[in-house]
Nanobody
C-alpha cells in the first residue's frame, strides 16, 4: 500500500513563503508524475501543481502559476512544493499524490496532508 507523508505547512503572513515536502513509499517513484492538491475548508480538493518524472517539466494551476513550483528528489522519494507570494486564499490542507496526464490523482489512498494558513 502506498504511503504519502506531507510536511512543512504552518502559519505565514501574506507575501511569505513556505516549502512543503512529501515522501512517498512507492517503488519506482521516479517513474511517476507527482502532483500537489489542496482542500480549503468547505471546498472540494483541487489540483495545484505537478512535475513530470526525472525532474522534467512542471505544470501549475492558473491560481498559483508564477508563485508555486514543484521539484523532486528521486533518491529520497520526495516531491516538494515551493510556495512564494502566499495569499490568504492559499489557506488549505495540502496533499500530494501521483497524477495522470489529466492531473487526476492516481493513488486511491491519501496522506494526512499538511495545513497551510496564510494571514492577511
Amino acid at each position: 500500500q502506498v504511503q504519502l507523508v506531507e510536511s512543512g505547512g504552518g502559519l505565514v503572513q501574506a507575501g511569505g513563503s513556505l516549502r512543503l515536502s512529501c515522501v512517498a513509499s512507492v517503488r519506482t517513484f521516479s517513474s511517476y508524475r507527482m502532483g500537489w492538491f489542496r482542500q480549503a475548508s468547505g471546498k472540494e480538493r483541487e489540483f495545484v501543481a505537478a512535475i513530470r518524472w526525472s525532474g522534467g517539466s512542471t505544470y501549475a494551476a492558473d491560481s498559483v502559476k508564477g508563485r508555486f513550483t514543484c521539484s523532486r528528489d528521486d533518491a529520497k522519494n520526495t516531491v516538494y512544493l515551493q510556495m512564494n507570494s502566499l495569499k490568504p486564499e492559499d489557506t488549505a490542507v495540502y496533499y500530494c499524490n501521483a497524477v495522470n496526464n489529466n492531473y487526476v490523482a492516481v493513488f486511491s489512498s491519501w496522506g494526512q496532508g499538511t495545513q497551510v494558513t496564510v494571514s492577511s
